[in-house]
């Protein structure tokens, strides 16, 4: 059936023998933001006080603990968050993630 399916598809394309067409700029290779507004505390909390304490593997710190010392906590998020705007880059380390799938 699948097989099937992808070759009526394929009939509808009109295929050349020059090649690739030509694409279109999108305009997405210009700059959108030069700047960011910087995180305030009060911006952190919002946040904070959105989550869920759920916690990954990859968590230097259970995410319980973190809502849990807010106080102290907000204030290392809110330099980490500007810092990363304000140099343009993103840490390594927090661009991993564990995927489990759920089954149903």
Do not use: H
């Not at 992808?6 to 997405?28: D, H, K, Q, Y």
């Not at 700059?31 to 507004?37: K, M, S, Y």
């Amino acid at each position: 059936f699948l097989y099937d399916k992808i070759a009526r598809i394929r009939e509808g394309f009109n295929f050349n023998e020059e090649g690739p067409a030509e694409v279109a700029r999108t305009g997405l290779e210009t700059v959108i933001w030069a700047e960011f507004d910087p995180v305030t505390l009060e911006d952190v909390d919002r946040l904070l006080g959105g989550l869920r304490a759920t916690t990954c593997v990859l968590d230097p710190c259970p995410s319980w603990m973190v809502l849990a010392a807010r106080e102290v906590t907000r204030g290392w998020i809110q330099s980490i968050v500007n810092a990363s705007l304000g140099e343009g880059v993103f840490p390594a380390a927090l661009k991993e993630a564990v995927v489990r799938p759920l089954l149903k």
